[in-house]
């Protein structure tokens, strides 16, 4: 069987939550890196002024402390995709579902306990960003955002979600 490249997940009821499409053919390593040089290259062109200027530009109000724990902490933005990098990042969700097994010849992903998942790389339309709880939520947002960083998501399939497989060009299959 075949495995399908690209995946159409949105919507039946009409809320427009997301509307994506995912690349499933990206190696997740290769998300991480491409994430992770994109921050590096951020950080090495602005001081921690610079940078907490611009976020605060984008309307999100921090200081130089906050940018530096989202960005360099021990939590934060590099050090977390560093470790994903090593594969030993425990710097997880408490919804974090382990280990996926894919379903030969579908789009479908399944965790330990059966529930359904589609993951990949959006390569087109739009997937809300993590809600956030907290001011750094809110300026790991803002730097995901406008520097445009690959997202690599892990969607639970729940009522009213559709998916249409898709082949390498995105047409329908």
Not at 157 to 167: A, F, K
């Amino acid at each position: 069987m075949t495995n399908h490249p690209r995946v159409k997940l949105g919507r039946i009821n009409g809320d427009n939550a997301y509307n994506v499409v995912l690349d499933m053919t990206i190696p997740y390593k290769d998300v991480l890196q491409e994430r992770l040089t994109r921050l590096q290259a951020f950080t090495s062109n602005n001081s921690l002024e610079q940078a907490t200027a611009l976020i605060n530009e984008a309307g999100v109000q921090c200081t130089s402390s906050d940018v530096d724990k989202v960005i360099f902490g021990s939590k934060g933005l590099i050090p977390s995709t560093i470790a994903s990098l090593a594969g030993n990042n425990n710097n997880r969700p408490k919804s974090y579902s382990g280990r996926l097994t894919r379903r030969d010849g579908s789009p479908f992903f399944f965790s330990e306990d059966g529930r359904q998942y589609v993951r990949g790389v959006i390569v087109h339309g739009h997937y809300p960003l993590k809600t956030p709880t907290h001011l750094f939520t809110t300026i790991r947002n803002c730097i995901e955002s406008n520097l445009n960083l690959p997202r690599y998501i892990r969607h639970e399939i729940q009522e009213h979600d559709e998916t249409v497989d898709r082949d390498e060009n995105n047409n329908p299959r």
